[in-house]
């Protein structure tokens, strides 16, 4: 079976007491299962993971890399500055593997910090704005 791995960055284990307003009411846990039970429906081996630090997500993009894994990835806030990050998420999209953008909010209607991302120019595609569901094109886009 295809293996995916959906990989989120800082705070995102905070999903659904963190501004609910923002990022909706569906905590971690609900975020896992219903990304894994899509993944099942769609024939993919789907592994989701969080991390708040840099230098582990980074690690994870390598491991893609290595093992020509697709990658779904909600960089949150390291969107905006990580180049570290870019420099990775590029490696995954060169060894012809997809690395779709994805996150909850739609960052372009936010913040003006947050209407740049140094992970797009990298990325296969961007999914923004559709809360869980963001996720759940993102896999469906890796199917098709
Ligand atoms: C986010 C948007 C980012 O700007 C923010 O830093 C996040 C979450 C989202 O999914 O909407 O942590 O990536």
């Not at 960055?9 to 905070?14: F, I, K, T, V």
């Given at each position: 079976m295809q293996k995916v791995l959906v990989l989120n960055?800082?705070?995102?284990?905070?999903l659904g007491s963190r501004e609910p307003d923002?990022?909706?009411?569906?905590?971690?846990?609900?975020?896992?299962?219903a990304v894994t039970d899509l993944g099942?429906?769609?024939g993919l081996t789907?592994?989701?993971r969080q991390t708040d630090s840099e230098s582990e997500?980074?690690?994870?993009?390598?491991?893609?890399?290595?093992?020509?894994i697709d990658v779904v990835l909600n960089p949150a806030a390291f969107t905006h500055y990580s180049?570290?990050?870019?420099?990775a998420a590029v490696q995954v999209t060169k060894t012809g593997r997809k690395l779709i953008e994805v996150h909850l909010s739609?960052?372009?209607t936010r913040e003006e910090f947050r209407h740049?991302?140094?992970?797009?120019?990298?990325?296969?595609?961007?999914?923004?704005?559709?809360g869980v569901t963001s996720y759940l094109l993102a896999l469906s886009a890796i199917a098709n």
């Open positions: 960055g800082p705070n995102l284990a905070r923002i990022y909706g009411s569906t905590n971690y846990e609900g975020l896992v299962s099942t429906d769609l789907v592994e989701v997500l980074i690690g994870w993009l390598h491991e893609a890399v290595d093992g020509e180049y570290a990050l870019r420099d739609n960052p372009h740049t991302s140094v992970i797009s120019g990298v990325a296969t595609g961007v999914i923004a704005g559709f």
